[in-house]
């Protein structure tokens, strides 16, 4: 048992504050607590952040319910939400949203205080987390608002992973990282994911990530899901163009080599290593060709 949404719908108030926008409509969704590794894509505006907010009881259903482990989460009021906090972190797509003690340490340690542990267990917690996500020691007392918008990134994830929660969920965790911060905290949440058992959730825009970690993919389009089902079945899916979704650049990279160089090679490779080795033997068996005269 992990998070069910039955028929779930989200609304917020418009401006005009008398009409409702649906930023989210009639979710059906059934997430387990173990071996997942879920990606939730879909273009800007398409409901990804307002579905996520729900999986921890940030945002509650405006009709519909949630179950979230024992606990069902209904419309209006909800109370003593501690314990869902504590089995489901959530990562803000916007980590200034997070942060907010005077140093990145305290801030770190808040969670573990706040869910009961003594201040030097929180400490300890605090640190394993922090070394994790390879946050610099220097700046464990610096403000968290004086950091880059990477190392509050980092932070904000320290802050979840010294909860130690059942479920991670992370709003777009590599954006605003350079390219090796961003593949290290990706190979983090994978090894966590594997050497745990535990279900991860990441909403991303970069279908490279999708294709080289997902399991499975969620895929959001004004408000609805329009496809939940392996990354594989996803990129070869008839109704691919009106995902807004890009390729992998293995896929593309492939596509070129296959129209280009006129190689007969398989196009559904979901990253470089697979690529390189149909190229090899691609060439082998025309080498061989060649050979054999
Ligand atoms: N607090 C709010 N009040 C009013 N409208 C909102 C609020 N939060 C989100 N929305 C609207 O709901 C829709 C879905 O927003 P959401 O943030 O879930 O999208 P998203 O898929 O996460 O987009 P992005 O990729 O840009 O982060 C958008 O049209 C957004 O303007
Ligand atoms: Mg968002």
């Given at each position: 048992?992990?998070?069910?949404?039955?028929?779930?719908?989200?609304?917020?108030?418009?401006?005009?504050?008398?009409?409702?926008?649906?930023?989210?409509?009639?979710?059906?969704?059934?997430?387990?607590?173990?071996?997942?590794f879920?990606?939730?894509?879909?273009?800007?505006?398409?409901g990804?952040?307002?579905?996520?907010?729900?999986m921890?009881?940030?945002?509650?259903?405006?009709?519909?319910?949630?179950?979230?482990?024992?606990r069902?989460?209904k419309?209006?009021?909800?109370r003593?939400?501690?314990?869902?906090?504590?089995?489901?972190?959530?990562?803000?797509?916007?980590?200034?949203?997070?942060l907010?003690?005077?140093?990145?340490?305290?801030?770190v340690?808040?969670?573990?205080?706040?869910?009961?542990?003594k201040?030097?267990?929180?400490?300890?917690?605090?640190?394993?987390?922090?070394?994790?996500?390879?946050?610099?020691?220097?700046?464990?007392d610096?403000?968290?608002?004086?950091?880059?918008?990477?190392?509050?990134?980092?932070?904000?994830?320290a802050?979840?992973l010294?909860?130690?929660?059942?479920?991670?969920?992370?709003?777009?965790p590599?954006?605003?990282?350079?390219?090796?911060?961003?593949?290290?905290?990706?190979?983090?949440?994978?090894?966590?994911?594997?050497?745990?058992?535990?279900?991860?959730?990441?909403?991303?825009h970069?279908?490279?990530?999708?294709?080289?970690?997902?399991?499975?993919v969620?895929?959001?389009n004004?408000?609805?899901?329009?496809?939940?089902?392996?990354?594989?079945?996803?990129?070869?899916?008839?109704?691919?163009?009106?995902?807004?979704?890009?390729?992998?650049s293995?896929?593309?990279?492939?596509?070129?080599?296959?129209?280009?160089?006129?190689?007969?090679?398989?196009t559904?490779?979901?990253?470089?290593?697979?690529?390189?080795?149909?190229?090899?033997?691609?060439?082998?068996?025309?080498?061989?060709?060649?050979?054999?005269?």
């Amino acid at each position: 048992m992990g998070i069910k949404f039955s028929e779930v719908t989200h609304t917020f108030k418009n401006p005009d504050g008398k009409t409702r926008f649906i930023a989210m409509e009639n979710i059906n969704l059934d997430i387990n607590d173990d071996s997942e590794f879920l990606m939730v894509c879909g273009h800007t505006g398409s409901g990804k952040s307002t579905l996520i907010q729900h999986m921890n009881a940030l945002l509650f259903p405006t009709s519909g319910k949630l179950d979230i482990f024992d606990r069902v989460i209904k419309p209006k009021r909800n109370r003593k939400l501690n314990e869902i906090r504590k089995q489901v972190g959530l990562v803000f797509q916007f980590p200034e949203y997070q942060l907010f003690d005077e140093t990145v340490l305290k801030d770190v340690m808040f969670g573990p205080i706040n869910f009961g542990l003594k201040k030097e267990e929180a400490k300890e917690k605090a640190i394993k987390a922090l070394q994790m996500v390879g946050f610099e020691e220097s700046l464990y007392d610096q403000s968290p608002f004086r950091l880059s918008g990477g190392q509050m990134k980092k932070a904000s994830i320290a802050g979840i992973l010294a909860l130690e929660p059942k479920i991670i969920v992370l709003d777009e965790p590599t954006r605003g990282l350079d390219p090796q911060s961003s593949a290290e905290v990706m190979e983090l949440f994978d090894k966590i994911h594997k050497e745990y058992n535990k279900t991860i959730i990441v909403i991303t825009h970069d279908m490279d990530i999708v294709s080289k970690y997902a399991k499975r993919v969620v895929v959001l389009n004004e408000g609805k899901i329009v496809y939940d089902g392996s990354k594989e079945a996803l990129f070869t899916n008839k109704d691919f163009d009106s995902f807004h979704l890009d390729y992998p650049s293995s896929m593309k990279l492939a596509k070129k080599i296959k129209d280009e160089m006129n190689l007969d090679i398989n196009t559904n490779v979901f990253t470089l290593e697979e690529l390189m080795d149909e190229f090899i033997s691609s060439f082998i068996f025309f080498a061989s060709f060649i050979l054999e005269g």
